[in-house]
């Protein structure tokens, strides 16, 4: 039987996607898989359609797909590959707009949850987070798909638990209470 704490954590991460996937965008973007490919492309520039759906967990057709969506609605250019056979993907500079847009919705979403906890709150919530993720991530691909829609740059600089993991490294340090 669920115990009261996951079925809250299971209401905080539905209020959380629900409230992502209700910010308004371009037809091209109305689900979560092609907001999350459009997200991995800028994070991972000039990745073959293979690496990216791996970041995503896209079978190649359903990945293959997404791109041609994105291409057609110009948010993302295909390039020669690393061979005859691959493309690299690049967003466009309407690509690069739009998931500066994206990550701006996430993070007024994400500020206002966390913006109801003091200091302390904050601080025990962060080691719990850095705790659970460490444990969580799997492999490699794994770690892609967590961090698809990620802002990575406070994380890496503070040391994101699903690289360290990811990597084979400790677990990162925890906010001293």
Known sequence: MTQRTENLLGVL???????????????????????????????????????????????????????????EAALVEKKSGTDKRSVALALTA??????????????????????????????????LLIKILWHETRDPAHAMQLCRLCDDGPCLKAGCPVECREQGLPMPAQSSL
């Open 94 to 127: 309407s690509g690069k707009r739009e998931v500066k847009r994206l990550q701006s919705a996430r993070d007024r979403i994400l500020q206002r949850i966390v913006g109801q906890l003091d200091e302390r709150e904050r601080e025990v919530f962060e080691n």
């Open 13 to 71: 991460a539905l209020l959380v996607t629900d409230e992502m996937n209700a910010q308004p965008t371009e037809p091209a973007l109305a689900g979560s898989t092609a907001r999350a490919m459009l997200n991995a492309i800028g994070q991972y520039p000039d990745s073959s359609i293979e690496v990216l759906r791996e970041a995503v967990d896209l079978s190649h057709p359903a990945a293959v797909r997404a791109v041609a969506g994105l291409v």
